[in-house]
């Protein structure tokens, strides 16, 4: 989930020079393709009607509800051919001009390591669950899978710049945390809410966050948190607008002002926000936030 921190600059040993390394799908036990399926049969039961289309859609294209740990060999076959992406495995968070890069050339990297059962709800680093059923869906998106590539070359270019935690929000709150405002109503669409059971629940229906109108520069300028439910989902009006408003601005200019521009507050709402729900914050409150 965040996909911003690692420990080491070199790969660990057995990895090759870019931190992939085989799935070796054989190697995973019967009990580790049981809590797979656990946690899918959680989560597929409660996306509808609740995660975006283009999740959905995912979820079917990419045949996900096949028992057990995807076998990459056959789920990049499908999401190939459906955007050209293809998942590789990596033996936990990678650093950021590796990650990046990979973004750029259409490899998805997710953790090789599936959570144990005393961690259903809450884990630190991504595993296959997270990574794969979170993430994977929207990369079967045509749209969302060129904002994911755009993204990619956008960090790349962004290392030249001080730039990393500000771009490093953007990701948080578009493929991590992100919500979508469908004809039909709010969705959400973010890898770290659709992989959460609570989080589904309380990004769409607690009165408690903030759902504030996606807007580039103030996403990037706002804080957030790692250790518990958001306190502002921003909210896109469909993928296309995520995609040409992040393509069609040169971030550099935006990188410059943001060095003088104050970070945002993690609950605070602003005067120019177009504020969805103004959040009674209760459920930060409670946890003593
Ligand atoms: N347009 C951005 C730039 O000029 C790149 C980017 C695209 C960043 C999409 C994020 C998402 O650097
Ligand atoms: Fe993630």
Same mark, same amino acid.
């Given at each position: 989930m965040a996909d911003f921190q690692h420990v080491y600059d070199t790969p660990p040993?057995? +990895? #090759? +020079?870019?931190w992939t390394i085989p799935q #070796?799908?054989?190697?995973?036990s019967a009990d580790e393709h049981r809590m797979w399926d656990r946690l899918f049969a959680r989560q597929s039961g409660m996306l509808?009607?609740? +995660? +975006?289309d283009a999740f959905l859609r995912g979820l079917d294209v990419l045949k996900l509800s096949k028992p057990g740990i995807p076998d990459y060999r056959e789920l990049n076959a499908r999401l190939n051919a459906a955007t050209g992406w293809e998942v590789v495995a990596v033996p936990g968070l990678v650093p950021d001009d590796v990650f990046f890069d990979h973004l750029a050339n259409r490899r998805f990297p997710a953790g090789n390591f599936i959570r144990n059962p005393e961690q259903l709800d809450y884990l630190q680093e991504p595993d296959v669950f997270h990574d794969v059923?979170?993430?994977?869906p929207m990369l079967a998106d045509p749209v969302f899978a060129d904002y994911m590539v755009a993204y990619g070359k956008g960090g790349l270019r962004s290392l030249?710049? #001080?730039a990393l935690d500000h771009l490093a929000r953007l990701y948080w709150y578009t493929v991590e945390f992100g919500l979508i405002e469908q004809s039909d109503g709010l969705r959400i669409y973010g890898a770290g809410i659709v992989s959460s059971y609570a989080e589904s629940i309380f990004a769409l229906e607690d009165p408690s966050p903030n759902r504030i109108a996606f807007d580039l520069l103030r996403v990037m300028r706002t804080e957030y948190r790692i250790?518990?439910?958001?306190?502002n989902y921003f909210v896109i009006s469909g993928l296309n607008d995520l995609l040409q408003v992040t393509v069609e601005t040169d971030f550099a200019p935006l990188y410059e002002k943001l060095e003088t521009l104050p970070d945002i507050a993690i609950a605070d709402i602003l005067q120019t926000d177009r504020v969805l729900t103004h959040g009674t914050q209760k459920h930060a409150q409670e946890a003593g936030r």
């Open positions: 040993e057995g +990895a #090759n +020079a870019d #070796n799908w054989e190697h995973f509808p009607g609740r +995660a +975006a059923f979170g993430h994977v030249g710049f #001080n250790d518990d439910f958001q306190q």
